[in-house]
C-alpha cells in the first residue's frame, strides 16, 4: 500500500509537470531529500527514480519553461567547476570502486545545485522551492519528534526516523544539523509566506514543526545538534530589539528545559567535557590529524572514500577512578567533519573551492539583508529571508565540522535557493533602474 500511494503521487506530479515545469523540479526535491524509495519495499527499490526525476526537471526547463532573463550566478560557475575536479580526483581515487559509488550520487548534487537558480525566476518560486525543502524535511522531524516524546529517543544512534537507515538525512548528526538550520526558515514563512497567509493555523504549524525541530537534538543524543542549537540562539541576538532581555529568556528556558531531559541524552553531552577519555571524540581527533598528514603528501587528495587508507593510534585517558589509560589501534574510520572531508578527498584546491562556495554565500546573503532591511520597501521580505538563509548556512558549516556533510544535497538545495534569490533581486534591481529612451518631440 505505501508503495502504491507513492508511485500515484509521482505519477501525479509527472502529469502535472508537463504544463508546469517547475513542478518536476519540486518533485526531485522531494525524492532528494526524502528518499522514497528507502520508505517503500519493492518497487520504487528497482527504479533509478532520482536520475529519472533530475533528467525530466532538467529537460523540463530546457524544453517547455520560460528563460527569459535567465542569470548565471558566479558560485553556480564555482559549483560546476568543483564538480569536474571531484570527477578528475574520482578517475585516479585511492578507491576506484567505492569512490565510483560515492561520485554517482554527487554529480546529481552539484549539477542540480548549479541548474536549480535557472529555474526561481520569481518570488512564488523561491518560495515554493523552500516550502517544499521544509515540508519534506518536516515528514522525517516530525517522526522524531513524536518518537522523543513517547520514549525520549532511546539514546546516539537509536531513533528510527521512519526506515533503518543510517545515511542521508537519517542519520542522527545529519538531521540534527538540518533541523537547527532550517528554524530561521520556518520563522520566516510564519511572518512573510504568502503561499499559506501567515494566520494562526499557519503559525501554530510553525511554531509547532520548531518545537519538534529542537526535540530531534535530544532524541538523537547528538552532540552535533546542541551545538547548532547554542550557535542559533547567538546568532538570532542580531533580530531582536531588547537582546538582555531575550538572553535572559533563552537562559531561563534552557536551564528550566534541564529536568525534563531524557538521561541519556544528558550523559551524552556530558562526554563534550572529557572527549580526551571518549572513543568516538579521541577518533575524530586521531583522523583529523592523520588527513593532515595526508594531505602533505596527497596535495590533490586521494578521491572519494580516501579515509578508508587510514590506521589510527587513540591514547585514551582515564575514565574514572581505578582505571588506567588506555591505547587502542583502529582503521578505515569515516573524517566526522566535512572539513577534513574536503581536505582528504579533495585535497587544498577542492577545500577552497567548497570553502569559496560556502562562504561567498554568507557575504551575499549579508548584503542582500542590509540592502532590503527597510519593512516599507517592495522587497520587505527579501531582507529577512537573506538572514535566514545566512542563518542556516552558518548553523551548517558550524555542523559540518563534526560530520562529514560536504556534499548533502539538502544544503545545496538551500545554496541554489541562495543564488536564485541573489539573481531574481538583480534582475529586479536591474529593470527599476533601466529607463528607456524616449523620442524627444521636435521644437516648433
Known sequence: MRDLSFIAFLIAFFVMGFKRPFLLVLVYVYIDIVSPQRLTYLLLNTVPISLIAVALAVGGWVLADDKRDTRVGARQVLIVLLMLYCWATTLGADFPVEAKEKWDWVWKTLIFAAFLPLTLRTRLRIESLLLFMILSASSIIIVGGIKTIASGGGGYGQLNLMVDNNSGLYEGSTISAVAVAIIPIIVWFATCGTIFKPDWRVKGFC????????????????????????????????????????????????????????????????????????????????????????????????GFEAYRGNHIRLDLKSEGPGTGPRVETDKARAFHSAYFEMLGEQGYFGLALWLSINVIGIFRMELLRRRHADPASEFAWAGPLAGALQTAQIIYLFGAAFVGIAFQPFVYMLIGAQIGLDTYLARKRSEQTFRPMRRVPPSR
Open 207 to 302: 511554531l509547532a514543526l520548531v518545537f519538534a525541530c529542537l526535540l530531534i537534538p535530544v532524541g538523537t543524543s547528538t552532540r552535533t545538534g546542541l551545538v547548532c542549537i547554542v550557535l542559533l540562539a547567538l546568532l538570532s541576538v542580531r533580530a531582536v530589539k531588547r537582546k538582555a532581555l531575550y538572553l535572559a529568556a533563552v537562559t531561563a528556558l534552557g536551564l528550566a528545559a534541564v529536568p525534563f531531559l531524557p538521561s541519556a541524552f544528558t550523559d551524552r553531552m556530558n562526554t563534550i567535557k572529557t572527549y580526551d577519555a571518549d572513543e568516538s571524540a579521541s577518533t575524530r581527533l586521531a583522523v583529523w590529524q592523520w588527513t593532515i598528514e595526508y594531505a602533505k603528501t596527497h596535495p590533490f587528495g586521494g
